[in-house]
């Protein structure tokens, strides 16, 4: 359950990040508002895993979700640069997160 809790999450701080950005500074109410909504339900969110989750486990597997998830955003939504290197560099981070979950710890 602690771990379902963590990945939707790391869901909600895509959802997040990518609202906040289209809300060009605060300046839009409609993507202000999800923006704020889902990072304050993000929180929460991992605080509720982290009842089961050891803390430096969880936050890497949030943070990194999180990561992964804005930066391919960024490429397929936003238009952002796919090279070679950079999705390299992003396998490098989901490996570390399955790698994390698969430890268990």
């Known amino acids: 359950m602690a771990w379902s809790l ?11 990040a990518i609202a906040l950005e289209r809300s060009d500074g605060f300046t839009r109410f409609g993507p202000t508002a999800v923006g ?10 991992l ?8 803390v430096g486990t969880a936050y890497a597997v949030w943070v990194g979700l999180g990561a992964l998830g804005v930066a391919l955003a960024g490429i ?7 090279s070679v290197a950079r999705l390299a560099c992003l396998l490098l981070i989901l490996i570390g ?9």
Do not use: N, Q
């Not at 997160?97 to 710890?105: D, H, I, T």
């Open 97 to 105: 997160v399955v790698g994390l979950r698969l430890l268990k710890g």
């Open 76 to 82: 397929v939504v936003l238009g952002e640069s796919a």
């Open 36 to 45: 704020v909504i889902a990072a304050v339900l993000s929180f929460v969110l």
């Open 47 to 54: 605080t509720f895993a982290l009842r089961t989750l050891p």
């Open 6 to 16: 963590l990945v939707a999450a790391a869901l909600l701080e895509i959802v997040w």
